[in-house]
């Protein structure tokens, strides 16, 4: 079911994942989600499947997707309501992590640019393509 969306959870798109990959299985999920949310594919409130319906999904065990949900929760990513599920959080304080989170990434990522050479008219088209590629889908 990977790659597909789940009925019943708006818009949410199983993850492809892949088990021989280098990067952990939560670590893939919860990247995958965090990526949804950015393309503006999971809106804030949207609901993200049960842990055991997404890791029947995967085939994978529970604990993994719920060492993910706990990464989006701790992230500000998602809430999580006893009887109610993890939905995407809909919280200011979401979007202040959000941003304090890309304000990082963006600093780390500039300062890689700028010791290789690159200029900021370049940074600022690599941003650009980066941007539409994942607007694109």
Same mark, same amino acid.
Request: aromatic share 2%; glycine share 6%.
């Given at each position: #079911?990977?790659?597909?969306?789940? =009925?019943?959870?708006?818009?949410?798109?199983?993850?492809?994942?892949? =088990?021989?990959?280098?990067?952990?299985?939560?670590?893939?999920?919860?990247?995958?989600?965090?990526?949804?949310?950015?393309?503006?594919?999971?809106?804030?409130?949207? /609901?993200?499947?049960?842990?055991? #319906?997404?890791?029947?999904?995967?085939?994978?065990? =529970?604990?993994?997707?719920?060492?993910?949900?706990? #990464?989006?929760?701790?992230?500000?990513?998602?809430?999580?309501?006893?009887?109610?599920?993890?939905?995407?959080?809909?919280?200011?304080?979401?979007?202040?992590?959000?941003?304090?989170?890309?304000? /990082?990434?963006?600093?780390?990522?500039?300062?890689?640019?700028?010791? /290789?050479?690159?200029?900021?008219?370049?940074?600022?088209?690599?941003?650009?393509?980066?941007?539409?590629?994942?607007?694109?889908?």
């Amino acid at each position: #079911m990977a790659g597909k969306k789940r =009925p019943g959870t708006e818009t949410f798109i199983v993850p492809d994942i892949d =088990p021989l990959g280098d990067k952990a299985l939560f670590l893939q999920i919860r990247d995958s989600i965090v990526h949804q949310v950015a393309a503006g594919n999971l809106a804030p409130g949207s /609901r993200l499947p049960s842990v055991r #319906m997404l890791a029947d999904d995967l085939r994978i065990n =529970p604990a993994t997707v719920k060492k993910a949900y706990n #990464m989006l929760v701790d992230d500000g990513v998602a809430v999580t309501r006893d009887r109610s599920g993890t939905r995407i959080a809909v919280t200011a304080t979401a979007k202040d992590t959000a941003e304090k989170d890309l304000a /990082r990434a963006v600093t780390e990522a500039v300062a890689f640019a700028r010791a /290789r050479g690159l200029t900021t008219a370049k940074i600022t088209s690599v941003v650009k393509k980066q941007l539409d590629a994942i607007a694109a889908g």
